[in-house]
Structure formats: structure tokens, C-alpha cells
Nanobody, 127 residues
Framework: QVQLVESGGGLVQAGDSLRLSCAAS????????MGWFRQAPGKERDIVAA????????YYADSVKGRFTISRDNAKNAVYLQMTSLKPEDTAVYYC????????????????????WGQGTQVTVSS
């Protein structure tokens, strides 16, 4: 079955960096667009970043643009989220998600179209 397993979360101070990883199995990874979402307590699960199956096209939420970088390694069936200059408002559970893609440059920002989700990893940024 399809599994997405996130890792790399933790407790850091404002201004620090973290790199999240998501290992995928049970799917033809290069056929899937990937996304990173986050959910803070009492809030909806929002898109953070997304990447096309080729890695050539990416999307970032305005709140993380210039600070976060999404990338993927199709040979390793993995997607990453490099987070720098972290802020307390970045505190949330971070989830990776997979959506079968039908176009080389397509990424998806709507959480409702993603069919597979990981269990999430907690990121806490202290001030």
C-alpha cells in the first residue's frame, strides 16, 4: 500500500533552519506531484509548497516564499522541505501529500485533490 513517512521535525528557535523529508513507497513516485501542508491547532490544513513530478515547477505560499524550498529526488522516492529563518508562526504539524499527476509541469495546491497523506511531523518554533 502507499505510505508517506515524514521526518525531520523538532523544536527550534526563531531564525533556525530545519529540513523535512518525506519518504514514499507503494507508488510510482515519478508519476506523482507532491505537496507539503501544515496545520496549526484550531486552524485548517494549508498548502505550504508544491512540486510537479519532474521537479521543474514549484509553488510556495506567500508566507514562506523566500524562506522555504521544496525539492524532490525521484531516484530516492523522496520529497524535501528546507525551511530557513523559521518564525514562531511556522509552528504546526507538517504533512506531505501525493497526487497522481497528468502533466509534466503541474503541481496542485488544493488539499482536497491529494489522495495520499503522511502522518505528519511536528515543527515547533520558539521565540
Amino acid at each position: 500500500q502507499v505510505q508517506l513517512v515524514e521526518s525531520g521535525g523538532g523544536l527550534v528557535q526563531a531564525g533556525d533552519s530545519l529540513r523535512l523529508s518525506c519518504a514514499a513507497s507503494g507508488l510510482t513516485f515519478r508519476s506523482y506531484a507532491m505537496g507539503w501542508f501544515r496545520q496549526a491547532p484550531g486552524k485548517e490544513r494549508d498548502i505550504v509548497a508544491a512540486i510537479s513530478w519532474s521537479g521543474g515547477n514549484t509553488y510556495y505560499a506567500d508566507s514562506v516564499k523566500g524562506r522555504f524550498t521544496i525539492s524532490r529526488d525521484n531516484a530516492k522516492n523522496a520529497v524535501y522541505l528546507q525551511m530557513t529563518s523559521l518564525k514562531p508562526e511556522d509552528t504546526a504539524v507538517y504533512y506531505c501529500a501525493a497526487k497522481q499527476s497528468y502533466g509534466v509541469g503541474i503541481y496542485y495546491t488544493d488539499r482536497n485533490v491529494y489522495g495520499y497523506w503522511g502522518q505528519g511531523t511536528q515543527v515547533t518554533v520558539s521565540s
